[in-house]
């Protein structure tokens, strides 16, 4: 598997002080509209979100996934790429 | 006193640490199974409510529980009080139990949806809405020797004078079985349903199967802590214990174990948020806010009037078996779907961001 994160991401989305279920469904949008093979790059805080509910959507497309925690700025860079 | 404040407060901080840890939200739970067809946490949820019923069951009949407290069933009141407490928590962004836990994280949101929760039930239960409330909750059903009536408070207690056998109905006596037989075929339905597929294991905190025992055990542990040093088995609900919690700090009423319970809830997702370096005080827009607070006002208003939220209807009031709480829960799930469904699924057709 190709390192996501390494990547230049196609799109960047920022859901920072979005609530639950916000980051998911954001991102489930903007996943919807991009193309096959394209690279999403999110900045979400939310924890549930971003551990939980955003890896097992991704999982559930089979969309290869990377979650980054970037724990001295307190939020995550996730990577998903479309297929 | 002291027992109970202590142990409230033990019951609360693992409930928050497991629900932390879990990332247990059962508004998410019930969310994702229409919003994106996963069923991983409400697997959990069934896990632990088969756990639940069968531990809470099981120590009423040993006898360490005297008498487990079933809700009297009020048709009306429940259903539509669990239909708009369902469409509440989606608005909120947090159910009952997710908003307490949440603060342990420091989503500040959450003290919004709070602050509208606790105006909501006061304003049913105490204030302008009390009406409404008293109306809705008038009618209510039970189960008599003859099958089921609806009876008004009155003639309850005018049949418990003569020494008829009135109780609330639950699954079991409506079918007139015993409760042995429903707990076991609803789990004999439930298991093959929970184990089909399997387990991938987050990065951090627990996978569902773990939650969901975990959270199975800490309410039944609670159930059984309730009654030995709470004042009476109630096991762990969030509606009534916010409330008690808001009368002892602004009017120096006794404290509750359910306020404990409450309390302890974030001091124990904060603990487990701190160790997986996940706390972060940080809040969203001012339009989300209000938002959330609408949310708040509306769980207040649904929980009061239904008798309990996703915890104390849908965990430990199902565990109970009571009609009343099944019927709930039911609708609470219906009315979480009916909300996502107006909220994020229709609008994202044409939505652009």
């Known amino acids: ?83 | 006193m002291l027992a109970l404040v202590i142990s409230g407060l033990i019951v609360g901080i693992a409930t928050g640490w497991v629900l932390q840890r879990g990332r247990y939200c059962m508004n998410t739970a019930f969310r994702d199974v229409i919003f994106i067809n996963d069923y991983n946490l409400f697997k959990a949820y069934l896990l632990c409510l088969i756990i639940v019923t069968i531990g809470a069951n099981f120590l009423e009949d040993i006898g360490q529980i005297e008498e487990l407290r079933r809700q009297a069933f009020s048709p009306i009141a429940n259903i539509v009080g669990g239909y708009i407490f369902g469409l509440g928590i989606v608005l909120a962004g947090g159910c009952g139990s997710g908003i307490w836990y949440k603060i342990g994280e420091g989503q500040f949101n959450a003290w919004v949806t709070i602050l509208g929760f606790v105006i909501g039930i006061y304003a049913t239960k105490n204030g302008i809405l009390s009406p409404v409330y008293n109306f809705l909750r008038s009618f209510t059903v039970w189960q008599t020797p003859d099958g089921l009536k609806a009876l008004s408070d009155e003639q309850v207690i005018e049949l418990w004078d003569k020494g008829v056998d009135v109780v609330p109905p639950t699954l079991y006596s409506f079918i007139g079985v015993n409760k042995w037989i429903v707990i076991g075929v609803l789990t004999v339905i439930a298991l093959p349903f929970i184990f089909r597929g399997g387990v991938q294991k987050p990065q951090k905190g627990y996978s569902w199967p773990l939650t969901g025992v975990l959270l199975g055990l800490v309410v039944t542990l609670a159930w059984w802590a309730s009654e030995k040093w709470g004042g009476g088995a109630r096991g762990v609900s969030y509606t009534g214990p916010t409330q008690e919690l808001f009368k002892f700090i602004l009017t120096g009423d006794t404290p509750t174990w359910g306020a404990m319970l409450v309390l302890g809830t974030p001091i124990g997702a904060w603990l487990s948020a701190k160790g997986l370096k996940e706390f972060k005080l940080k809040a969203p827009s001012a339009e989300e806010l209000l938002r959330v607070f609408v949310g708040g006002l509306i769980m207040g208003f649904g929980a009061s009037v239904g008798g309990g939220c996703n915890v104390g209807h849908g965990i430990t009031g199902f565990s109970t078996l009571a009609l009343a709480s099944v019927v709930a829960t039911i609708f609470i799930i219906l009315g979480n779907w009916t909300m996502v469904y107006f909220l994020f699924i229709k609008p994202m057709k044409d939505m652009d961001i």
Do not use: F, H
């Not at chain 1, 609530?19 to 903007?30: A, G, M, S």
């Not at chain 1, 999982?59 to 001295?72: A, R, T």
């Open chain 1, 1 to 83: 598997m190709a390192d996501l994160k390494s990547m230049e991401p196609t799109e960047t989305l920022d859901v920072l002080g979005r609530v639950c279920p916000y980051p998911l469904v954001l991102t489930k949008k903007k996943l919807e509209k991009m193309n096959s093979g394209d690279l999403l790059k999110i900045l979400c805080d939310a924890p549930a979100s971003a551990e939980d509910s955003i890896p097992r959507y991704a999982e559930k497309q089979g969309y290869p996934i990377e979650v980054v925690k970037l724990e001295d700025k307190g939020y995550w860079e996730i990577y998903i790429q479309k297929k």
